[in-house]
Structure formats: C-alpha cells, structure tokens
C-alpha cells in the first residue's frame, strides 16, 4: 500500500521504516520537500521510501498517517490539498503537547475537545483515527519490547476506517485482543488526556518502555 | 485509629464500611448531622460507625477521606475548623467531575491543576494525599474483584502521609508491588484526568469492575 507519513521526527521516523519493512511504499512529508531529517530516512530505508512536501505526502498516500508535532498538525495538514484528504484514512498519532509552560508538558486542548476532534472538523472529509499516541514510539511498532499483555486504544467515526487501521496495527505486532476500540472520536479526549499520567509515569519508571493494560 | 469519611455517597459508604470491617473507628460526616443516609450506614454498621457534620468528622478523625463530590469538596471541607485538618493526612478520593455538559460528564478542573492541589491550596496545613481515584468503589476496598495484577496510585508532597496512605492501602487488599508512588500532589492531573479514559472505558467495557495495571 501507499502510505504518506507526515513528520519527520521520532514518531514519523520510526513507523515510517517500519511501514517499509512491512513492504508499503511510504512519503514522508516535510515543510520543504529536501527536508535533510528525511533525506536521511530516505537514504537508509531502501527503494520503496521517498520524500516531499506535506502535501506531496497526502497526495501520495492511500493511508496518511499524522506524526507531526501536535501543535503543528492542523498547519501541515492544511498544505496539502481538501482533495487528497477526502475519503482517506487519517491516522492521527500526535499528542495536543504544550511545552509553554516547561516540563512535564501540559496539553494545549484536552477535557471537553481533543487534537483528533479538531482535526476530524478541519478536515470532515477525512476518516480520522486515533491510536498508537498513548505508547512510546518504539513500543508502537514493537509492542513486544514491553512484555506481557497490554493495550492500544483506538477510536474513529467511521468503522471501515478503524477496522482498516486495526488491520494495520496487527501487523506492527499487536495482537487482536489487545486493541481496544473505544467508539467515536471523542473517545480522543481519553486517549490524549491519558498523556498526563503517562508522563508521571515515565518519570516514575524512569523509561518510555512501558504501557497501560485493562484488566477486568 | 479514628477515621473521618466526609461524604455518604456510595464512595463513602464503601470506604467507611471497610474501615469499620478492620476495626477502625469511623465517623461518617455529611452536611446536617442527621443525615438520612449516613443514620442507616450508621445503623448496619455497628458500634465502632458514628455519624456528624463534615466538622465534627473532620475533627474526630486522626485520618481524614474526602470522599465528596469533587464540585463540593472544597465547601464541605471548608466547614470543618482549620485546625481540624492541620496536620491531619487527608486522603482525597473525589474526582473533579463536570455533569453539567450531559454524560460522559468532563472535569470541572485538569491539565495545569487538579482538584487535589486546590484542596492542598485551600488547607495548606492538611497532608493531602491523592488515591484511589481511579477505580470504581467496590474495587477501591476489594482490589481482588478484578483479577490479576492492576495498580493504584498515590501522589502527596508529603513523604509520612503517603506512607500511612500506602499502609491504608495494603489493609484494604492491594499489594505491595501494586501501589505506585508517582510523586507530589501535582500528579493528580494525571490519575484525575484518568476520568475521561476510564469513562470511556467503562462505556466499552460495559462495567466498572476493571483497572488498569502498569506494565513494563
């Protein structure tokens, strides 16, 4: 599949070679379209990976995925053209982080509006889905790497959407009982919120390898 | 000990009745001192269960549970006298829930404060410690309800306080290794902002008998 990955951070880098490895051609979007950052990814990551712009990436992409910095999602968003959002699956990992105030960061929209809500409205077209943003990026695509059973949260207005991005994170390793479909997009206020205790977390474990289970 | 619960909802009912279950002194305080719900706790539960004012509990406890609505908890604690709670480690339960919007309710305060740091503000001589917030009721005194390992956390700036709290905690069936320590009261942003995940999950779940353990 043609996979457009907007962000050439962590996130982006990171599920961008994995989407490779799993034999999707993948764009990585950038501000400029000879972004160094993915100029290196690209350089590395063999013949099925390629750069551009954001809205080169859309464009490209069956499937975009937005790892962009959470304050910067609905700028980079907004490059590329209504016509290469519409009808495609939006996968939305960004976290709505707000580093103003220093560390730990707060968040910039949370408890009764979430960064998924304001993409779903920015871009109605789109079939946003929310997932992967409560795990580190590694753990994302490695679930694996913390062992035992624990959970990815994923949640969308349009099902066919989510039953796709299920499909998708199956192969990155997660297994199917550990995918918890929480309904709609707003369900988004949850799974971004939950970045405030993650982060007490992190800094009480000390590492980023770590991840939420529901037990019942 | 002497333990005053302010509050005779069903939080409050649960945590009284198992303090009383380990031998504790409880005195349910409510806003009148003849509260109807508290007067039939007070009759099944036994000569070691008595019933007040939120002052007269506050002031009979060595230990204090603020098991209020969180909208109400700073007018409730408010009418007990400042040196009724001086000293005294306060154990906040309540959650800064906002029904006003409809169902799921949101937070009436999160993200750069948390209800628990405007209780610690408002009795800055009360040791305020955050816990147990983050389950439903039933599993908050019978952790074992839901099966297999899930945590509880506890947050306070003060290092006693959370101490006793943690020996609170182990009377009332969590073990050890499964009450986590995530730092001083402003951590309660996170296990409160918890609420909008775990309403979501209790949506999906269709039950509050579940809990979510750290994995890592």
Do not use: Y
Not at 120 to 142: I, S, Y
Not at 143 to 152: E, L
């Amino acid at each position: 599949m043609k996979i457009g990955v907007l962000g050439t951070g962590m996130v982006g880098k990171t599920i961008a070679r994995k989407l490779v490895g799993l034999g999707h051609e993948v764009m990585m979007g950038s501000r400029t379209a000879d972004h160094e950052g993915a100029a290196e990814w690209v350089a590395s990551a063999g013949e099925r990976a390629s750069q551009g712009t954001f809205a080169d990436a859309a464009a490209f992409g069956q499937f975009v995925f937005n790892c962009t910095a959470g304050a910067a999602s609905i700028d980079a968003l907004g490059s590329a053209r209504a016509e290469d959002l519409a009808g495609k699956t939006l996968v939305d990992v960004a976290n709505p982080l707000d580093f103003s105030q220093g560390m730990p960061p707060s968040l910039f929209v949370c408890n009764t509006d979430s960064l998924a809500e304001q993409i779903q409205r920015a871009f109605p077209e789109a079939r946003v889905v929310k997932t992967l943003n409560t795990v580190n990026h590694e753990v994302m695509v490695d679930p694996a790497r913390v062992p035992g059973g624990h959970d990815v949260f994923v949640c969308g207005n349009d099902e066919a959407a989510k039953a796709q991005v299920v499909e998708l994170l199956r192969s990155f390793g997660w297994p199917a009982e550990h995918i918890v479909d929480l309904g709609d997009i707003t369900a988004a206020r949850g799974t971004e919120a939950h970045l405030l205790l993650w982060l007490r977390l992190r800094g009480t474990l000390g590492t980023g390898h770590f991840n939420v289970g529901v037990v019942r």
